[in-house]
Nanobody, 112 residues
Framework: QVRLVESGGGLVQPGGSLRLSCAVSGSAISPYAMSWYRQAPGNQRELVATISGGDYIEYADSVKGRFTISRDNAKQTLYLVMNTLKPEDTGVYYC??????WGQGTQVTVSA
């Protein structure tokens, strides 16, 4: 019943930007923390950023100062604005909700 659908990934040059979206249905998002994770080939899935129900935000050191997580509770949507992208940001980006729900992911490729 709970569905998370990521979108906004694609191919971008180093230094470029992308905005990812995660649309949630089947549950209100407002009381809950939401997170973005990513996974590169051969790597473990890693936490990128988290925003709590009270809008407290934390970022991984690798993206701090470049990425911005936000939410629009009225639109039931989580966002990740990614600036100054680097090749090491390449991977599949996943939305995570209520400690157990995942989207299918959206591919981000940073390459010249």
């Amino acid at each position: 019943q709970v569905r998370l659908v990521e979108s906004g990934g694609g191919l971008v040059q180093p230094g470029g930007s992308l905005r990812l979206s995660c649309a949630v249905s089947g549950s209100a998002i407002s009381p809950y923390a939401m997170s973005w994770y990513r996974q590169a080939p051969g790597n473990q899935r890693e936490l990128v950023a988290t925003i709590s129900g009270g809008d407290y935000i934390e970022y991984a050191d690798s993206v701090k100062g470049r990425f911005t997580i936000s939410r629009d509770n009225a639109k039931q949507t989580l966002y990740l604005v990614m600036n100054t992208l680097k090749p090491e940001d390449t991977g599949v980006y996943y939305c995570h909700f209520r400690s157990r729900y995942w989207g299918q992911g959206t591919q981000v490729t940073v390459s010249a």
